[in-house]
């Protein structure tokens, strides 16, 4: 596609209900970011990959947060049993390295009731 | 952890050019300064970066100082469009190892 896309664009979800949020990003590009603004707020990096080297998760906030890579292109971030807390604005980036700049999606907007 | 320190808000009147600072004074030789904006609702965009010469694309200009510990973004002609959150960030180059640490940046309205 012409840029990163994330699905869903929003998603409601009950405390204690697993979700999963999905990026596509840009064809041939690398290095794949995760990152989640909460309302008002600056963004928190959560989670880095970048080919195939061990992914960056020193941003992960608990243990309930995951993210894979498959194949070197889509990402899917896990959230196990949401909390309310969890309640952001998901957003997926993509890069080509080196030096180089991230694209990002328009996010997924994740309410936990 | 963010690296830069900016300005948490400026005003800047339309048509003026809008000038704003950052301050990464740990920055490392091959960290490259970049910067990103986002508008309400909307995932940030890339805006222009560089390592130590100026550099100058079609949204903006970025003058970096002769030691690298602070530059400035410059939006020669502001438009209502530009009001965002500008972003610094500073990132290793070489292999691109280094993610993206986004701070707080700094709020810009554009007043008519």
């Known amino acids: 596609g012409a840029g990163v896309s994330q699905s869903p664009s929003n998603k409601v979800t009950e405390k204690g209900k697993d979700v999963e949020l999905r990026c596509d990003p840009i064809?041939?590009?690398?290095?794949l970011y995760w990152y989640r603004q909460s309302l008002g707020q600056g963004l928190e990096f959560l989670i880095y990959f970048q080919g195939n080297s061990a992914p960056d998760k020193s941003g992960l906030p608990s243990d309930r947060f995951s993210a894979e890579r498959t194949g070197g292109s889509v990402s899917t971030l896990t959230i196990q049993r949401t909390q309310q807390e969890d309640s952001a604005v998901y957003l997926c980036?993509?890069?080509?390295?080196?030096?180089?700049?991230?694209?990002f999606g328009q996010g997924t907007r994740l309410t936990v009731v | 952890d963010a690296k830069t320190t900016q300005p948490p808000s400026m005003d800047c009147a339309e048509g003026r050019a809008a000038n704003l600072p950052c301050n990464h004074s740990t920055i490392s030789g091959n960290e490259y300064v970049y910067w990103y904006r986002q508008i309400h609702s909307q995932g940030p965009q890339y805006i222009i970066h560089?390592?130590?010469n100026n550099e100058t694309n079609e949204m903006a200009s970025l003058i970096i100082t002769e030691d690298r510990k602070s530059s400035t973004l410059i939006l020669p002609h502001a438009t209502l469009r530009d009001t965002a959150v500008y972003y610094c960030?500073?990132?290793?180059?070489?292999?691109?190892?280094?993610?993206?640490?986004f701070g707080t940046g700094t709020r810009l309205t554009v007043i008519p």
């Open positions: 560089g390592l130590k």
């Open positions: 980036a993509s890069s080509l390295p080196p030096n180089t700049e991230a694209f």
């Open positions: 960030i500073v990132r290793e180059g070489q292999t691109g190892a280094n993610n993206l640490f």
């Open positions: 064809s041939g590009h690398t290095a």
